[in-house]
């Protein structure tokens, strides 16, 4: 069983960056999809972007192309997610999950394991 640990949330001013990092542990992350998510205060959490196990096909929600940008290190079990460009907007929780064989990649209900989720705010 593979635990996940997200880092690399804080507080930063609109048009900034941030990267984020989920290690994983327990566990080898090639044998994992790996996906962020985000829930805002309210709202439902939405898919961000998904990886396959090999890092070569790479899925991002349709709003956040061109920001956004995933990558992962399976010699460290480590995914990030860099972030470019924040908008107000981007202010969730993000939370980095994983499933070996998810059905949807874009739905949350399809990962097995969650990190507890990483805050980042952005200010106008």
Known sequence: ????????????????????SCAASGGTSSRYVMGWFR?????ER???VGVLKTGRSIYY????KGRFTI???????????????LKPED????YCAADGA??????????????????VTVSS
């Open 61 to 64: 929600a349709d709003s956040l």
């Open 46 to 48: 939405e898919f961000v």
């Open 71 to 85: 990558s992962r290190d399976n010699d460290k079990n480590t995914v990030y997610l860099l972030m470019n460009s």
């Open 102 to 119: 998810p059905k949807n990649l874009y739905a949350p209900y399809e990962y097995d394991y969650w990190g507890q989720g990483t805050q």
């Open 91 to 94: 202010t969730a929780v993000y």
């Open 1 to 20: 069983q593979v635990q996940l640990v997200e880092s690399g949330g804080g507080l930063v001013q609109a048009g900034g960056s941030l990267r984020l």
């Open 39 to 43: 829930q805002a205060p309210g709202k």
